[in-house]
């Protein structure tokens, strides 16, 4: 079946413009999660959904930063007045359940570039 | 202390070799593991899920030492397509995948 869609792949923005990211998870997954990884780093949580739970948004890096999801469907991950240290590859993943045996699925990220 | 550490290598061994990686966490209470592989530039995928007796999936091995508190992952007969990032994952809290905590990766470069 379909994996993770994220949308767009590649999106390079002016600083100070608003982006948004989008990410399809995959059909039945209740729980969806953004990161972020710059170059060379390792995976940052920024926030967690599963179902119609308050999102876990402990990892989000400021208040320019925000998600949203529908049911258990699409999310989007809306960065306001980017900066040039937002440039980074905005990964989302998709599993089954919150619970501890289900594997993430991640989605092909979206590559965001500041200038 | 790291919550979950890993040697970032790289590690360089030709085709044909054994290599093992291991990863150390801090939290005892610590309810699963994974293994997840990150070509460049692409998106990380789930390896194999450590269990407690271990586990084989062809030419990799993973195994738990919950006394020592790291997994291990072992490949055999290393292919040039070994080539990536490997991630160790764990979950810190039983009953919920809310706080995956990553490793930053171990680099394995398999040289023809």
């Known amino acids: 079946g379909a994996g993770v869609s994220q949308s767009p792949s590649n999106k390079v923005t002016e600083k100070g413009k608003d982006v948004e990211l989008r990410c399809d998870p995959i059909s039945g997954h209740t729980a969806l999660y953004w990161y972020r990884q710059r170059l060379g780093q390792g995976l940052e949580f920024l926030i967690y959904f599963q179902g119609n739970s308050a999102p876990d948004k402990s990892g989000l890096p400021s208040d320019r930063f925000s998600a949203e999801r529908t049911g258990e469907s699409v999310s989007t991950l809306t960065i306001q007045r980017t900066q040039q240290e937002d440039s980074a590859v905005y990964l989302c993943?998709?599993?089954?359940?919150?619970?501890?045996?289900?594997?993430?699925?991640f989605g092909n990220g979206t590559r965001l570039t500041v200038t | 202390r790291k919550e979950v550490e890993q040697d970032p290598g790289p590690f360089n061994v030709p085709e044909g070799a054994t290599v093992a990686f291991n990863c150390t966490y801090s939290?005892?209470?610590?309810?699963?593991f994974f293994w997840y592989r990150q070509d460049c530039r692409k998106e990380p995928k789930l390896l194999m899920s450590?269990?407690?007796?271990?586990n084989e999936d062809g030419r990799f091995t993973a195994q738990l030492n919950r006394a020592s508190q790291y997994i291990s992952l072992l490949i055999r007969d290393s292919k040039l397509s070994d080539s990536a990032t490997y991630l160790c994952v764990v979950t810190p809290n039983a009953g919920n995948n809310r706080k995956l905590i990553w490793g930053l990766g171990t680099s394995l470069a398999v040289n023809p």
């Open positions: 450590v269990y407690s007796s271990g």
């Open positions: 993943a998709s599993s089954l359940a919150p619970t501890n045996n289900s594997p993430l699925h």
């Open positions: 939290n005892s209470a610590s309810q699963s």
